[in-house]
């Protein structure tokens, strides 16, 4: 097994062991104190942790199992199961906000655990057992409430298990607290990395404004709801016509049991005498105990069906008390019947009637009692609560909805889980190493294609297929850079080499210059380091500004070519008017590099040739203003130009020249210090002096012949 394939199994390992020590953390504490006989109920410690330590899919697996667990005992557990996965939900929102890590924070976290573990508890304990206190921890403290207060079941209920809930979330979070503290924040980091809850973007400087997880997720919600919407519609349907037959058959077994011991041929005696008729009373006990069988009947009794109404013979006293009729009290016929007379006036039979009139809501049956002859003397009839069948409903559809969110909260985050680690996170990591490709230099080439390299997904789908394709395309970048640099670089140097020869075939007109366009791009990319030490205009010396100092040096005297040789090569002293002419190569290399700049367009660097354009035209000025061409001052002049001045102006002191001899290095560094603030930047000037020596001292390196050359 691969070293991959072992991480995996360990971290599901890991994963397992989490999500059954979960279970047995909310299992084992809720049978002690039902053993102590403590009113808490525990059942929460698992899924808090759970939450804590790995996030929704560990919580949401806890909360969940524990309670089918439990539900093996044939208790009402497995309905309870969605409250336990909204706790968990709950926490992990919780623990991520920080509520954890604050006191007051943590009263706001119990009280909501009390409103969904009591709140929302309640009125599943009031529907799952019928309006009754249940058998939880709360019961007895419902009933003393109920009897106390003399306030409704459901009041009760409600009251009693937010207030038991309240204690013991209070003893569950500070359990959980504890335990979570005494982890060591080794293991704690294992689990996070095997739950994968560090799921953004960060550090990839991306701005996810709509997750790919999130659009899965509500898809995921709507279709759920829709479905479940559907589900809900279609079993309560069903189970309503399921619930209204179950009632019927108990109507009709009553009825039926009924007229075993009724005697047709007794009833107008019955009706006529009252309870003085012999046997009446004997025949109302059994039918008392007929009904008694029967707890679900609200009303039974046996009607003369006439025109003018029903003429009662029997009417029992229903179970809350209701002074029932008389023998021979005549009953109008409820609207919902009317329907029925002529069928009732024939003593036919009739189809069971849901009327909701005088006397409530209610299911009815009528069986027809006849005399020896077969005529039809009286109707035997039962009504059945519809609010027994609809708390019925209720109940189911609390138990349906419970277990299909619940459910479909297992299978949610089963299916997030699943999308997580098999396409969103592979995307992100992809997407994080093609935000933070490097191709500009050869260690960042090698290190982008390890990043890419290390991905290694394998998820036999799409996405490997995405994987490959990009690391494919990744190489194949790679190599097109590699290739368009190398080619760069010749041209580059094609390009300086052309520049260098072009300017070398000016400066050869002038027969003192030697290697005077050399020297000062040496000089010039000297200071400019210099100055970058010294933090000095550190905000516009940056490397690749040095470097097109240095290659654009050599252009500073381009105008040269438009002054006569007989001026160039002069051995005296120019004349006012020679040296006039003389001024003019700084506005003729100007107009010639201006001009390039114009014609090649993007063809050549626009910002190399801005540094030469301003270089050349700009050198000769002087800091205070009195130089030429435009007499501009101070900062005013371009940088490039005043660190050409200085380097300028000393190789023309130590060289020798047609018109004079070398000077010596002391005599040239008191010229230039003495011109700081005149005519030099003296800031440059500061920093030429920190190494004009070891400059002056490789100078003196070359042979006489190289100086010429």
Known sequence: MTDEGKKKWIGFGSG???????????????????????????????????????????????????????????????????????????????????FFSSIPKLFVVIFCYALLGGGLGSVFTYYLHRQSFGTGASAPFAQYIHETLNTSVF?????????????????????????????????????????????????????????????VMAVVIISELLLAAFVANIGYFLYREKAIAKYTSVAYGLTDAASIVLDGDRMMTYLQEGREAEGYVETEKKLYAIRDGFPTAKYMYVYHIEEDGCHVVFDLMPADGEEPSQPGDLIPFDQSFEK????????????????????????????????????????????????????????????????????????????????KRRI?????????????????????????????????????????????????????????????????????????????????????????????????????????????????????????????????????????????????????????????????????????????????GDTMEAEYLKEAVEMAHYHHEKWDGSGYPTKIKGDEIPLSARIMAVADVFDALVAERVYKKPFTFEKAMAIITEGAGKHFDPKVVEAFSHIAADLYEERTKLSPTQEVG
């Open 16 to 98: 397992a062991l989490l999500i059954a020590l979960g279970i047995l953390l909310n299992i084992v504490p809720t049978k002690v104190v039902g053993v102590v006989g403590l009113p808490l109920f525990l059942d929460c410690i698992g899924t808090l942790l759970a939450a804590m330590l790995g996030g929704v899919l560990p919580a949401v697996l806890v909360g969940f199992s524990t309670n089918l667990v439990k539900s093996f005992s044939g208790s009402f557990s497995m309905y309870y199961g969605v409250i336990s996965i909204f706790i968990g939900l709950a926490t992990v929102f919780f623990f991520n906000k920080k």
């Open 155 to 215: 009041s009760s209920q409600l009251m009693a298990d937010v207030v038991v809930d309240l204690f013991d979330k209070a003893v569950t979070v500070v359990v959980a607290i504890v335990v979570f503290h005494f982890i060591s924040r080794r293991l704690k980091n294992r689990l996070n990395h095997v739950f994968q809850r560090n799921l953004n973007s960060k550090g990839s400087g991306m701005v996810v404004r709509h997750s790919l997880l999130g659009k």
């Open 340 to 419: 029925y007379l002529p069928s009732l006036l024939k003593g036919d039979t009739i189809e069971p009637v849901i009327s909701d009139d005088s006397y409530g809501w209610l299911l009815t049956v009528y069986k027809p009692l006849k005399d020896s002859s077969g005529t039809t003397v009286a109707y035997v009839a039962a009504d059945i609560s519809m609010e027994s069948i609809v708390m019925d409903e209720i109940s189911f559809l609390i138990k349906e909805l419970s277990l299909f969110f619940g459910v479909s909260l297992v299978i949610m985050c089963l299916v997030t889980e699943v999308m």
């Open 424 to 600: 969103v996170i592979p995307v992100n990591r992809m997407s994080q190493v093609a935000n933070s490709f490097a191709h500009n230099s050869e260690a960042g080439r090698k290190i982008s294609m390890r990043r890419v390299k290390a991905l290694n997904i394998r998820s036999d789908d799409e996405i490997q297929n995405l994987y490959k394709a990009f690391s494919t395309m990744a190489e194949d970048f790679l190599l097109y850079i590699i290739q368009i640099n190398a080619q760069n670089e010749r041209i580059t140097r094609m390009q300086d080499e052309i520049i260098i020869n072009f300017a070398e075939l000016v400066e050869a007109r002038d027969e003192g210059t030697g290697n005077h366009i050399k020297k000062t791009a040496a000089y010039v990319e000297a200071i400019a380091r210099q100055l970058k030490k010294e933090g000095v205009y550190s905000d516009v010396l940056t490397e690749d500004y040095i470097t097109r100092l240095k290659r654009s040096a050599p252009l500073h005297d381009i105008g040269k070519i438009a002054i006569s040789d007989l001026i160039l090569n002069k051995p005296g002293k120019l004349t006012d008017e020679e040296f006039e002419i003389m001024k003019t190569h700084t506005t003729e290399g100007w107009k010639i590099l201006h001009k390039i700049m114009e014609n090649t």
